[in-house]
Structures are given as C-alpha cells and as structure tokens.
C-alpha cells in the first residue's frame, strides 16, 4: 500500500472533526434573546392619537366646524391627547388636512409645530389665534390664510374626510417662523419625523 494512499482517510477525518467542533460553536458575537423575549420590534411603543371630540371614523361636531362661508360652527378645534412617543423625540408638529376639498392639494385647516415632546394632550380651543398652545409652540398659515385652527367647511355634497396627523420630530425646533406655509411645514416635518399617528373625522352638508 503506498504513503497517498494511507493519508486521504487521515485528511477526511480530520476535516470532518473539523467541521463538527464549528457546528457545535456559537459564532462569535452572536448573542441568543432570553427565553420569551419579544422581538426590538414588538417592544416598541406605537404613536398613538385620540380625541375625546371626533372619534376615528365619525361625524364631526358643529362645535369644531367653521363659523363663516355659509357654515355656522363654533370654530374650536377638537380637544387632542396623545401616547406612545419614541424616546428620542423632541417634539411634535400637527396637521389637519382635508384631501377631498376641490383646490389642488386638498385643503390645510391647521398647521401647528415646535410643540414641546413633554406635551402629551391639547385641550379644545388650543388652535385659536393666540394663547392657546403651549409655550415654544407655533402655528403655521392654513388655507384660509389665518395662523389657526379653521374647522370644516366643505361645499355642499358628499361627505370629506378630514386627518389629523400628529408627527413625531427629533429636533425642538423646525426653524420656521410662525406663520409659515404648509408646503414649507410639510417638507420640514417629513425630514425629522420618526412616527406618526391619524385620526380622521368626517363632516358634509
């Protein structure tokens, strides 16, 4: 029997020997969740707005509703509350949008940021034209042209639907003047937000 030929058995073994100490290894760094663990995904919490004044999905209430044009509310905006920030988040930006209104874009009914992350609710009537929003925070220009809350006025017809967005921001501040445009809000909001949370009214008459 030749030396090559007493060898290729030897090699094989070894390899497989081998093989079998790594199989049996953890690789490095690797770390196992303790038994039960929920995945980093599950055990964050999730943003989560309310109003103790228009439901998901129901009728808002002439109270909240525009008070000009042929509309006859009383032009409060909604009572808001809100929960489930991430920790890294300095401060909240907050919208109310009409997507279904005939003007291009839809229609901007309030615009407000810089709303300090210590705040968690809005009482009803925060979106008036002054003193009513918490210190540091600012209101941009909706479309009807006032740094405010306006409530729904749609033309008459079918219902609108009408989201309220609450952003979640990682800085303080937008760096935006009171007064500013939506569109200029929007892109801001859009580049620092880290989550969201809707809350969507309907009003038509």
């Known amino acids: 029997m030749s030396r090559s030929a007493v060898a290729r058995p030897s090699l094989a073994a070894a390899l497989l020997l081998l093989l079998a100490a790594c199989g049996s290894e953890p690789a490095t760094g690797a770390t196992e969740s303790p038994a039960g663990a929920?995945?980093?995904?599950?055990?964050a919490t999730t943003l989560?707005?309310?109003s103790a004044d228009?439901?998901?999905g129901g009728t808002i209430a002439l109270t909240h509703v525009y008070n000009a044009s042929g509309c006859?509310?009383?032009?409060?905006?909604?009572a808001l509350a809100w929960s489930g920030a991430p920790a890294a988040t300095r401060s909240f930006a907050l919208t109310v949008h009409d997507p279904d209104a005939p003007h291009p874009g839809g229609f901007w009914h309030w615009v407000a940021y810089d709303i300090p992350a210590a705040t968690t609710s809005l009482p009803r009537g925060a979106g008036r034209a002054s003193g009513g929003m918490p210190s540091g925070a600012r209101q941009g220009r909706n479309?009807?042209?006032?740094?405010a809350y306006d409530g729904p006025c749609p033309p008459p017809g079918a219902p609108h639907h009408y989201n309220f967005v609450?952003?979640?921001l990682d800085v303080s501040s937008l760096n935006l003047p009171a007064g500013a445009a939506p569109a200029q809000v929007s892109f801001a909001v859009a580049t620092h937000t880290l989550a969201t949370a809707k809350?969507?009214?309907l009003y038509g008459r």
Do not use: E, K
């Open 38 to 43: 929920a995945p980093a995904a599950q055990q």
């Open 199 to 201: 809350l969507t009214g």
């Open 48 to 50: 989560t707005l309310t």
């Open 54 to 56: 228009v439901h998901d």
């Open 72 to 78: 006859t509310g009383q032009d409060l905006s909604p």
């Open 143 to 147: 479309d009807f042209g006032d740094s």
């Open 166 to 168: 609450l952003s979640a």
